[in-house]
């Protein structure tokens, strides 16, 4: 299967649904991103913080598949931010991928104590004029982060990248995100670990549909307009979850969903979050 398209603020597309590859990484990354491609994904998540663009890089060069038709996304580090510095860091990004140019690259953190992602988001501007990235965007910037690139600069995000689970599904972010036509892109939309993929409410409506946990909580991702990237160095579990573009939760099975609500989060926070 191979996720649908989406639109993005300056007119281009986006898988609905990519691979996470955070933690995959070593020898044996490239053949298993590459079996991830061959299993239908297109969208590839990156960082330079995973320390694996290098074997993303690989896997997509290697593949089969044109490089067109894949979506690479990487990621800016908390050491990279200010002006200068972002765009020697996409230089290096590019180069460890062994890519000429990115399809997406998101700012990683806001790092609010710094106060750099307005430089940063020049420089970001800058790449994308230059071609180097096709697409601009963020990752865990709250409503007045965007508020204030968006008011200094006049360039809304194409995505931005935040943590988003039936735990902590981000109402009001994912409407700040609205606002600037910014799609909402889930990380750990599986819970990572955590036993999200366990709770009854989640395996009863897997059972109902005839579906696993994970694909339940993908298509509620899809259906409340988030685009997920899940990772899982399982093929047999990667498989499963692009599967998920052929069924419907009802009415019934988001209040369930929504009933698991507990506003937590699993990772960082972007109020405070600094990654030198
Ligand atoms: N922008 C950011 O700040 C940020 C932060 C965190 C993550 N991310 C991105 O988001 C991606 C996904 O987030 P994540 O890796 O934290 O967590 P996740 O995708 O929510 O969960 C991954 C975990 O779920 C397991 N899993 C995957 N599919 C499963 C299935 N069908 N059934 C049961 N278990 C399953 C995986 O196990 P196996 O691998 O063993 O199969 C792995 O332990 C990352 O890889 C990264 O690309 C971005």
């Known amino acids: 299967m191979i996720a649908p398209l989406i639109e993005l603020n300056d007119g281009r597309q986006m898988p609905a649904l990519g691979f996470g590859t955070y933690k995959i990484s070593g020898p044996d990354a490239p053949a298993?991103?590459?079996?991830?491609?061959?299993?239908?994904?297109?969208?590839?998540?990156?960082?330079?913080?995973?320390?694996?663009?290098?074997?993303?890089?690989?896997?997509?060069?290697?593949?089969?598949?044109?490089?067109?038709?894949l979506f690479v996304?990487?990621?800016?580090?908390?050491?990279?931010?200010?002006?200068?510095a972002a765009l020697r860091s996409v230089e290096g990004s590019l180069e460890r991928l062994g890519l000429d140019r990115l399809d997406l690259f998101l700012i990683h953190w806001p790092?609010?104590?710094?106060?750099?992602?307005?430089?940063?988001?020049?420089?970001?501007?800058?790449?994308?004029?230059?071609?180097?990235?096709?697409?601009i965007g963020v990752s865990n910037f709250l409503p007045e982060?965007?508020?204030?690139?968006?008011?200094?600069?006049?360039?809304?995000?194409?995505?931005?990248?935040v943590e988003l689970h039936p735990f902590l599904p981000q109402h009001e972010q994912r409407a700040a995100d609205a606002r600037h036509g910014t799609v909402t892109q889930s990380w750990t939309p599986l819970g990572r670990g955590t036993y999200?993929?366990?709770?009854?409410?989640?395996?009863?409506?897997?059972?109902?549909?005839?579906?696993?946990?994970?694909?339940?909580v993908l298509r509620w991702h899809l259906q409340i307009g988030a685009a997920p990237i899940p990772k899982s160095a399982t093929p047999e579990r990667f498989r499963s979850n692009l599967d998920v573009f052929d069924f419907e939760l009802d009415a019934?099975?988001?209040?369930?969903?929504?009933?698991?609500?507990?506003?937590?989060?699993?990772?960082?926070?972007?109020?405070?979050e600094v990654q030198l």
């Open 32 to 69: 298993l991103i590459g079996s991830a491609i061959d299993a239908g994904y297109r969208l590839l998540d990156t960082a330079t913080r995973y320390e694996n663009e290098a074997e993303v890089g690989e896997a997509v060069r290697a593949s089969s598949v044109p490089r067109d038709d």
């Open 111 to 135: 790092q609010p104590p710094i106060d750099q992602y307005v430089e940063t988001w020049k420089a970001f501007i800058r790449m994308r004029d230059e071609g180097l990235v096709s697409s």
């Open 252 to 272: 019934d099975d988001l209040d369930r969903i929504a009933a698991l609500e507990t506003g937590r989060r699993i990772g960082g926070d972007p109020v405070d």
């Open 145 to 161: 982060h965007l508020d204030r690139i968006v008011d200094e600069t006049g360039v809304a995000p194409a995505v931005n990248q």
């Open 73 to 84: 996304t990487s990621k800016l580090p908390g050491a990279d931010h200010g002006y200068d």
């Open 196 to 216: 999200l993929l366990e709770r009854h409410e989640i395996t009863e409506t897997a059972d109902k549909h005839a579906r696993t946990p994970a694909q339940v």
